[in-house]
């Protein structure tokens, strides 16, 4: 089990690439914050419905408020209820703003991000090269950006 912030869950949904995460864990735990950030869109709601309805996801809440509060102050709703659960969990955290990561790694919350999972998959042979590729070049046709030396050191 994995928890999860809303940016990669959002991306994912928007390319049309959500397949990833079910290559990478079994389950995703994700926090009602989170939960509100990413049902935004109706497409994105929808998905999201489909995925707590099959079990890949579950949404939880924390139970530390002073510490959420805490968080809170420097992170937005979404990433505070992440690191909060996580720590609640001792359980790794997937997060790619800059900002959060610093914050979880600080509070020894174990993280991974988008490209980090593309390179598991990639050499766990869970994706080819191919499929690599494209999913990047995807991304890098949204919000997401992956640089050619983050491409090369996912395909290494």
């Known amino acids: 089990m994995i928890i999860s ?15 990833i995460l079910k290559l990478f864990i079994e389950k995703i735990i994700i926090p009602y914050e989170v939960y509100h950030e990413v049902s935004q869109k109706p497409n994105a709601k929808k ?28 992170l937005d709703a979404g990433e505070s209820a992440s690191i909060t659960l ?15 990561r610093k914050f979880a790694e ?5 993280i991974i991000g988008l490209v980090g999972i593309l390179r598991f998959l990639y050499r766990d042979g869970r994706l080819s090269r191919e499929e690599t590729v494209k999913i990047v070049k995807k991304l890098n046709g949204s919000d997401f950006r992956i640089s ?3 491409l090369d050191l996912i395909l290494a």
């Open 47 to 74: 998905y999201l419905d489909i995925q707590i309805e099959e079990a890949f996801i579950s949404v939880e809440n924390y139970e530390d408020l002073q510490l959420f509060k805490e968080i809170n102050y420097l």
């Open 86 to 100: 996580a720590i609640e969990r001792n359980l790794p955290l997937i997060i790619d703003e800059k900002k959060g």
């Open 148 to 150: 050619s030396k983050l």
């Open 5 to 19: 912030d809303a940016t990669i869950l959002i991306t994912l949904i928007n390319i049309d690439e959500f397949k």
């Open 106 to 110: 600080k509070q020894q919350v174990e």
